[in-house]
């Protein structure tokens, strides 16, 4: 199984504030790597999907980058709403894992 | 509009059996993979199961055995038949559209809850 390892687990910072939050991957994972944002109560929502391509309706603030083992989400300037918990997931094979996850307060 | 909605959630003896649904609008399930994916509250995601488009079904080696994912076409719908359950399997459980094989998920219901309890 490919693991998944995101850090920090818990990060706090500012309105403002650039953010990046790391995942590392246990072996190469080409750019099949997608991240997710998940509020209090509610269901998860794609943010980056092949480790840079913004969703659809996603704010141009958030930016995936990375490829192989090492990849980034990034908030270029922290707004008061992106307060959340993120996750990483691999998709390189079948049952992709996902990180552990962070939680940005 | 695009978008699932789960059902069957509820508490049950370990033990016991549970068939959770996934209603799907907007597109249909033939044409993506479906997952579910469960969460325990305060704590991370998890894959439960998927079935791509083409009905091949996958299940970690925590559901293999225990959980069944199948899909009614006419309906639209995607099933999710949990026997054996253990208190474990308590959590928040959602179903999900696979944007494509690569690109993640893209359309998650609202979740449903299952508590493993006597």
Known sequence: DIQMTQSPSSLSASVGDRVTITCRASQSISDYLNWYQQKPGKAPKLLVYAASSLESGVPSRFSGSGSGRDFTLTISSLQPEDFASYYCQQSYNTLGTFGQGTKLE | ?118
């Open chain 2, 1 to 118: 509009e695009v978008q699932v909605v789960e059902s069957g959630g509820g508490l049950v003896q370990p033990g016991g059996s549970l068939r959770l649904s996934c209603a799907a609008s907007g597109f249909s399930v033939s044409r993506y993979y479906m997952t579910w994916v469960r969460q325990v509250p305060g704590k991370g995601l998890e894959w439960v199961s998927v079935i791509y488009a083409g009905g091949t079904p996958y299940y970690p080696d925590s559901a293999k055995g225990r959980f069944t994912i199948s899909r009614d076409i006419s309906k639209n719908t995607v099933s999710l038949e949990m026997n054996s359950l253990r208190p474990d399997d308590s959590a928040i459980y959602y179903c999900a559209r696979g944007k494509s094989v690569r690109d993640g998920m893209d359309v998650w219901g609202q979740g449903t809850t299952v508590i493993v309890s006597s």
